[in-house]
């Protein structure tokens, strides 16, 4: 580490990537192909895109396409330039980055904004299929909720349980993040199903369910932090793009690059199809999850929903992966938490049982007493999510570039860095503001069982 350190300010000064291709065409060709490294990093991003309406009725109709479209533009940026900083110092993962740069004190902060993220997201999933499959279930059985003996089968603890521990939790124990491509697959096909299912049910919804609809084209409303929260919730994706990348055959910038950009580019389309969808047909009343906003019997609606909660509980292991991952030195998946507490010791499959078996309890827990999704959302996209994309990757490249660092060339990396410190405080603190605020008890609501 102290000799790697010795050559800082000389890893600034490089103008090409010569010496990095040199490198990465000695890099072994195995691990996933470029279309599975897109699909896991499509699938992080837009796995929670039926979230995106609600960051429309937060921000209005205007701001939130410029936000939606800004953002994914920065998160591109921003990916591209961890990669860029972990090239520059030879690190292979967003916590020896940081602590290449920062020391031990880089090393516990990113530890602990990409658990925050990573197991808020965890929550959120869980907390969606409670919302979902439910309803498919009492679809396709009417009444089975007051059946004696199996009636609790329909209920949202038991579904919230059945599909964490039957499903989420064999796939988080996977110890290789590429294994989870076909799952991504068939999570972006249930995606596909959602978009069009609000695109065409949308329109059709009751006019009483619906929301105030000279609302709808308010261009800014008073939420506006929060609603960066939500999005930047929905499309961060740094704290496993370093996984991500690690499992892709011949990690080269290039072929890095290529992976962002399609990614990105293919998020934000369905992404906005599906925000505009579900805000535009039910405006200042569309929830933080917007299949919630239809009737319970609507059939094709109830289609997307099962493939949301297909969605969810497939995507959730990815960020099991981040809680509990990180490269090693030797190339081998070791245990976020495993880090800092287990570094340097040699793998241990009970450790990695229980590290994951006490991760996906607590989030069961945690989804099992709640169903505010909203606040989940911007909660931990506000607080995390930014810090994340928009402070940590332009810090360390400061650290790294050479020259000083109120020169023109800087000010890019200088106003990120500024913006996700203002988004990060103001956001998390307008959302706690209004949880915290006294609740009207006509107006409150609670979680079914």
């Given at each position: 580490m102290t000799g790697s350190r010795t050559n800082r300010s000389g890893i600034g000064n490089r103008r090409e990537y010569g010496h990095d291709q040199a490198l990465d065409a000695k890099l072994p060709d195995h691990g996933g192909s470029l279309f599975s490294s897109f699909l896991n990093m499509a699938n992080s991003i837009i796995g929670a895109?039926?979230?995106?309406?609600?960051?429309?009725?937060?921000?209005?109709?205007?701001m939130g396409i410029?936000?939606?479209?800004?953002?994914?533009?920065?998160?591109?940026?921003?990916?591209?330039?961890?990669?860029?900083?972990?090239?520059?110092?030879?690190?292979?993962?967003?916590q020896d980055l940081l602590e290449f740069c920062f020391g031990k004190t880089g090393l516990i902060a990113i530890s602990i904004f990409q658990f925050?993220?990573?197991?808020?997201?965890?929550?959120?999933?869980?907390?969606?299929?409670?919302?979902t499959l439910p309803h498919v279930l009492q679809a396709l059985i009417p009444g089975i909720e007051d059946w004696p003996v199996i009636g609790f089968m329909a209920r949202r603890s038991f579904v919230i349980i059945f599909c964490t521990v039957m499903i989420s939790y064999p796939l988080s124990l996977y110890r290789d993040i590429s294994k989870l491509a076909k799952t991504s697959a068939v999570a972006m096909l249930a995606l596909v199903v959602i978009i069009i299912a609000v695109m065409i049910e949308g329109p059709r919804a009751p006019m009483e369910i619906?929301?105030?609809?000279?609302?709808?084209?308010?261009?800014?409303?008073?939420?506006?932090?929060?609603?960066?929260?939500?999005?930047?919730?929905?499309?961060?994706?740094?704290?496993?793009?370093?996984?991500?990348?690690g499992s892709l055959q011949k990690p080269t910038i290039n072929r890095v690059k290529m992976v962002t950009h399609l990614s990105m580019m293919v998020s934000l389309l369905a992404c906005m199809i599906l925000a505009l969808s579900g805000y535009l047909s039910f405006s200042n009343k569309t929830q933080g999850n917007i299949l919630n906003n239809f009737p319970s019997d609507n059939l094709i609606i109830n289609i997307?929903?099962?493939?949301?909660?297909?969605?969810?509980?497939?995507?959730?292991?990815?960020?099991?992966?981040?809680?509990?991952?990180?490269?090693?030195?030797?190339?081998?998946?070791?245990?976020?938490?495993?880090?800092?507490?287990f570094a340097g010791k040699p793998f241990s499959m009970k450790r990695h049982v229980i590290i994951t078996t006490g991760l996906v309890s607590v989030a069961l827990l945690i989804a099992l007493m709640t169903c505010n999704l909203g606040f989940v959302l911007e909660v931990t996209g506000g607080f995390s999510a930014t810090a994340l994309a928009f402070i940590l990757p332009p810090l360390c490249y400061l650290k790294l570039a050479s020259g000083p660092i109120l020169s023109t060339k800087k000010l890019p990396y200088l106003a990120c860095l500024g913006f996700g410190i203002a988004?990060?405080?103001?956001?998390?603190?307008?959302?706690?503001?209004?949880f915290l605020a006294p609740k009207d008890p006509a107006g409150a609501s609670t979680c079914p069982m």
């Open positions: 895109g039926a979230c995106l309406p609600f960051a429309f009725q937060e921000a209005g109709l205007g410029i936000l939606l479209c800004a953002l994914t533009w920065i998160v591109d940026w921003t990916v591209g330039l961890l990669v860029h900083s972990g090239k520059l110092s030879g690190r292979t993962t967003y925050i993220f990573a197991f808020g997201a965890m929550c959120a999933y869980t907390v969606i299929v409670g919302d619906r929301g105030d609809p000279d609302a709808v084209w308010s261009f800014a409303r008073p939420k506006l932090f929060q609603s960066i929260g939500v999005i930047s919730f929905a499309f961060v994706c740094h704290h496993n793009s370093f996984l991500i990348f997307a929903r099962f493939c949301f909660g297909v969605n969810m509980f497939t995507t959730l292991p990815l960020e099991s992966f981040v809680c509990r991952e990180a490269s090693s030195t030797s190339c081998l998946l070791s245990l976020v938490i495993e880090t800092y507490y988004v990060m405080i103001l956001s998390t603190f307008f959302s706690l503001e209004h």
